[in-house]
């Protein structure tokens, strides 16, 4: 019993669950001076369809006004337009949706379980993930493009996948990225 209570705090400290809430990194910005366009972009509905999008919402908005801005697309960017000020405008709504799926090979990795309880370092793990980010793009109500966004990733971890999530997590960033450049490049085109 004694060596049991040993394990406890070792196991606490670990988390071996992937967040998904990954939100792509910021980008470096673009050249704001000249735009593609003199009208502003108001970011209209953003749904994320999960059980845990509180404040995780907010965040992809801000993260994606950020890009949008950084992009040159737009000569300004706002979550919010007061309609009396400004009567030419584009509009995006976005709904995104989100599938993580990870699996065990537990012929290797049983020991892990029994009787090298959380020492044993072969653990192997691999983890798909797939974002699908659905946006309408308006110009003063009027539908320009409509259009689904499917971006794919996958990775592997061999040893301490339970306890090592970091590379899962640059996965998740990095294809939710892929998603939002797609996105502006193809905002671009509709320009």
């Not at 939100?23 to 845990?52: C, H, M, W, Y």
């Not at 192997?124 to 990733?153: H, M, P, Q």
């Not at 997590?169 to 990225?177: G, P, S």
């Amino acid at each position: 019993m004694r060596s049991f209570a040993y394990y406890v705090p070792f196991l606490l400290l670990f988390h071996c669950a992937v967040d998904l809430r990954q939100v792509p990194p910021p980008s470096p910005n673009g050249n704001t001076n000249r735009t593609q366009t003199n009208l502003p972009l108001v970011i209209g509905k953003f749904e994320i369809i999960s059980a845990d999008r509180g404040v995780y919402t907010d965040a992809w908005r801000m993260a994606l006004k950020g890009h949008l801005t950084s992009s040159g697309l737009f000569s300004n960017v706002v979550t919010e337009l007061d309609p009396k000020t400004t009567s030419d405008f584009y509009t995006i709504d976005i709904e995104m949706k989100t599938h993580y799926n990870d699996k065990y090979n537990w012929w290797y990795t049983w020991p892990v379980l029994w009787p090298f309880t959380g020492i044993w370092p072969i653990q192997y793990r691999e983890a798909e993930y797939k974002v699908e980010f659905k946006y309408s793009f308006f110009k003063n109500k009027s539908l320009l493009k409509e259009e689904t966004i499917t971006k794919k990733g996958e990775t592997h971890e061999f040893l301490y996948g339970l306890y090592k999530v970091r590379n899962f997590h640059r996965m998740i960033e990095e294809t939710n990225l892929e998603a939002v450049r797609s996105c502006i490049q193809n905002l671009s085109e509709s320009l």
